[in-house]
């Protein structure tokens, strides 16, 4: 079977159907995507007030003097008026008493019981707040499509958003298939490995803020697998399974998600690692993607592949990685049928992004998981790639 450019198999998740929209309280909405632009309820500042602790005066009334007939503090307004001569006590945060133009900040007051004097003059508006200098009533405070961060969390909640609509957010059930697959913490018997790919998904997933995935373990068993998959594709709007994609004579997985009626869209992309990747959708919308067992190749899938399935599911409008840019310091092998996908250090020291390509990039392997920044994407060509060359990245 060809293998599929990878440029086109990211073209074919634009085809994910997004998840429905729900109305969430704004507690829960951290990390979905809107599906509204959100406007504001209220102006901000909501009323006028001190942007200093100080005291609120007349502007016109220059340095003379001065007599206190109030106090307005943040949550305490006074509905004394300031007339000629007149001041009103006021801490930051506190409305802006009426009559008053301006405040005069503690620094340059001296006061003596109910009276104070300016050092110096101040100009109407001086160190005041005004009411929707920032935001009218009804602006637009972040547009559909924008995932929410913590800083629009504190927007919503300031302008007096309580509920938002967003997409539901993705479920994902994984699938940790193999014989010889073993959770860390038991003893190994012979021609037995740990697992690494159970827990590089669950911290996946948790790290991009998915939560915990439901993770199973399957033998290299038809039976097993069809029940298994076929669970996770009730339960979940994305399967994912691990290992059992190639063409092995124990691995089942494209058949046993051919025959639960997951439409094959591509098998086998042209990516180094991750050439087995399997991707399908059943007729109700349910996407599974089969990775191959090789934790290096699972890495890239979940980077490039996931990411991207994930984002439609949640209403993205493109599948591409958030691509940036950097130099390599040394000159990389191409390979010529296959985008390379390798694991580089990442060195932003001048301005510049310098990637580093770390030795042992085989699929198989992935100690240089422990201190690879980035995943840097080297189209497939026949020339090597020279030192000094721009290429595209991902942090990882
Ligand atoms: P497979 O794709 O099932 O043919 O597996 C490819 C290679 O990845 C084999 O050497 C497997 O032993 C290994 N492998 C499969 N699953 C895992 C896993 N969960 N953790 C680490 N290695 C695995
Ligand atoms: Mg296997």
Not at 361 to 379: F, G, I, T
Request: hydrophobic content about 40%; proline content about 6%.
């Amino acid at each position: 079977m060809a293998l599929i450019p990878l440029e086109q198999a990211l073209e074919h998740y634009a085809s994910v159907r997004p998840l429905p929209v729900h109305r969430v309280p704004l507690d829960i909405a951290l990390g979905s995507v809107l599906a509204e632009s959100p406007r504001s309820r209220l102006s901000l500042p909501r009323f006028t007030q001190s942007g200093m602790d100080g005291y609120a005066v007349r502007a016109a009334d220059g340095t003379g003097p001065r007599t206190l007939i109030g106090t307005s503090a943040a949550g305490s307004p006074t509905d004394v008026r300031v007339g000629e001569g007149q001041a009103v006590r006021i801490l930051t945060g506190g409305m802006l008493p009426d009559g008053a133009d301006a405040v005069a900040r503690q620094e340059i007051v001296e006061r003596d019981g109910h009276g104070i004097v300016l050092r110096e003059a101040v100009r109407v508006g001086e160190a005041i707040r005004r009411e929707g200098e920032e935001l009218k009533q009804g602006d637009v405070l972040a547009e559909a499509g924008q995932r929410v961060t913590a800083g629009l969390v504190a927007v919503l909640a300031m302008a007096g958003v309580d509920e938002i609509d967003v997409r539901r957010r993705p479920r994902v059930s994984v699938l940790i298939t193999g014989d010889e697959v073993l959770r860390v913490g038991h003893p190994l018997g012979p021609g037995q490995i740990y697992d690494a790919n159970g827990p590089l998904l669950r911290a996946w997933f948790v790290e991009q803020g998915y939560g915990e995935p439901v993770i199973g373990y399957v033998r290299d068993d038809e039976r097993e697998l069809e029940e298994a998959m076929s669970a996770a594709l009730d339960s979940a709007d994305l399967v994912i399974t691990s290992g059992g994609v190639s063409v092995g004579d124990r691995d089942y997985v494209p058949l046993v998600a051919d025959r639960l009626g997951v439409r094959r869209t591509f098998w086998k992309v042209a990516q180094k690692p991750g050439k087995p990747l399997w991707y399908g959708v059943r007729d109700d919308g349910k996407a599974l993607l089969g990775m191959p067992g090789n934790p290096g190749a699972v890495l890239v899938c979940l980077a490039i592949h996931a990411r991207a399935v994930l984002g439609r599911l949640e209403g993205e409008t493109s599948s591409q990685p958030a691509w940036r840019h950097g130099v390599l310091t040394t000159n990389v092998e191409a390979d010529a049928e296959r985008d390379r996908l390798l694991r580089m250090r990442l060195d932003l020291g001048d301005g510049t992004a310098r990637l580093t390509l770390l030795p042992k990039q085989e699929s198989h392997m992935l100690s240089n998981l422990a201190s690879a920044h980035v995943l840097a994407w080297l189209p497939s060509r026949s020339e090597p790639f020279a030192a000094g060359e721009r290429v595209a990245w991902i942090p990882i």
